[in-house]
């Protein structure tokens, strides 16, 4: 197949070439495509304080209701420099303390 040739590559002929040139192979899973064993990848961090969006996602209720009960202090939340953002540790007791047990009445 020359450049000039009508026919396109697809990613079939890529893959199942005689000559992998550096080419992933066929069966290697795709989550370790082009990952080098010699080069380091990026550590996971863990964030100490949430976004509203975030912490309303873990929560699970909406943002405009986490904005709510921020504006009648009701959350516990962080202000740094104008931004409001939330402690996942201090959301888990918040919520511990809104549980209730149900009593048979």
Same mark, same amino acid.
């Given at each position: 197949?020359?450049?000039n %040739?009508?026919?396109?590559?697809?990613r =079939?002929?890529?893959?199942?070439? #005689?000559?992998?040139?550096?080419?992933?192979e +066929?069966d /290697?899973?795709?989550?370790?495509?082009?990952?080098?064993?010699?080069?380091?990848?990026?550590?996971?961090?863990?964030?100490?304080?949430? %976004?509203?969006?975030?912490?309303?996602? =873990?929560?699970g209720?909406?943002? #405009?209701?986490?904005?709510?009960?921020?504006? +009648?202090? /009701?959350i516990?939340?962080?202000?740094i420099?104008?931004?409001v953002?939330?402690?996942?540790?201090?959301?888990?007791?918040?919520?511990?303390?809104?549980?209730?047990?149900?009593?048979?009445?």
């Amino acid at each position: 197949m020359y450049a000039n %040739s009508p026919q396109k590559r697809t990613r =079939t002929d890529v893959r199942t070439a #005689s000559s992998n040139n550096g080419k992933p192979e +066929k069966d /290697e899973p795709t989550a370790f495509r082009g990952l080098r064993p010699d080069v380091p990848t990026a550590a996971v961090v863990t964030p100490l304080l949430l %976004s509203y969006r975030d912490a309303a996602t =873990t929560l699970g209720i909406s943002k #405009s209701l986490l904005e709510k009960l921020k504006r +009648k202090n /009701e959350i516990p939340f962080v202000s740094i420099a104008g931004r409001v953002l939330f402690d996942p540790d201090e959301l888990k007791q918040w919520v511990a303390g809104k549980s209730s047990v149900a009593t048979n009445s």
